[in-house]
């Protein structure tokens, strides 16, 4: 009898164990401060929003770090049970269903205050640059078509930090990045004094919106979906949301 017991005892404990594996979910991601960072507070302030709808939906997030190429191909596995944070995609679609965005953001192009930007209207009027980009990153068919065929001088690198290196150093003329994760690591990363010899184009390359992406290889896919827009939707209603956006402006998630 008592090696029933024992028995019963043992399939209770793995059966909980089980579930309790089964709430918790794995987000692969790159660095992408301040919207998303491990050196940040709660992760910066996407992370920070994710974490919250996930955890009053009874699951505890576990976030994987890659360099943003990478991120991607991780993404298209089984393992993890999504990805953050990406620009909408026709042909990500094909792969993965696209949450609520998160947020919208402004793509400018960044540049010495000394460069004289002239007035452009596509790229076609920035042939004349020397334009970072960062390796990885979404931007547009349009822009990377350009980088393929040469028509466009466009230098890739590996990181925003190392873009922002060279535009200081002068190895570049321009620097295509959305304007709060762009000025959030100049104050960040580099001296006041050089921050200041940067300004960017006020008219927008493009605005985009941010999003979850959940692959479609998964059975669970459209249930964790549906969980995070409800969940992004409360935050919103409720004040939560606004709030935290606020305080990201103000710098809360740096210090």
Request: glycine share 4%; charged share 25%.
């Amino acid at each position: 009898m008592r090696w029933l017991v024992i028995l019963l005892l043992f399939i209770s404990t793995f059966s909980l164990s089980e579930n309790e594996d089964e709430k918790v979910l794995n987000i692969v991601t790159g660095e992408y401060p301040p919207w998303i960072s491990k050196s940040m507070k709660h992760g910066g302030f996407a992370q920070h929003m994710t974490s919250e709808i996930f955890e009053r939906a009874g699951y505890q997030v576990s976030y994987f770090y890659y360099p943003w190429a990478r991120t991607f191909k991780e993404a298209q596995t089984d393992k993890y049970h999504a990805t953050m944070l990406w620009y909408y995609s026709s042909e990500r679609e094909r792969l993965f269903y696209h949450s609520e965005s998160l947020y919208t953001e402004e793509v400018v192009f960044f540049h010495l205050k000394t460069t004289d930007l002239k007035n452009w209207h596509s790229l076609e009027d920035l042939k004349e640059y020397r334009i970072g980009a960062t390796r990885g990153y979404t931007y547009t068919p349009e822009f990377w078509e350009a980088y393929e065929n040469g028509s466009l001088n466009i230098i890739a690198n590996s990181s925003d930090e190392i873009n922002f290196k060279m535009l200081l150093k002068k190895r570049i003329d321009l620097f295509i990045s959305a304007t709060v994760p762009g000025y959030s690591l100049l104050l960040k990363e580099f001296p006041k004094d050089q921050v200041e010899t940067i300004t960017f184009y006020p008219r927008a390359y493009f605005s985009n919106t941010n999003h979850l992406l959940f692959s479609k290889k998964r059975a669970d896919a459209q249930e964790l979906l549906g969980i995070f827009n409800k969940g992004l939707l409360a935050l919103k209603k409720e004040g939560t949301y606004e709030r935290y956006y606020d305080l990201l402006l103000e710098g809360y998630y740096s210090k």
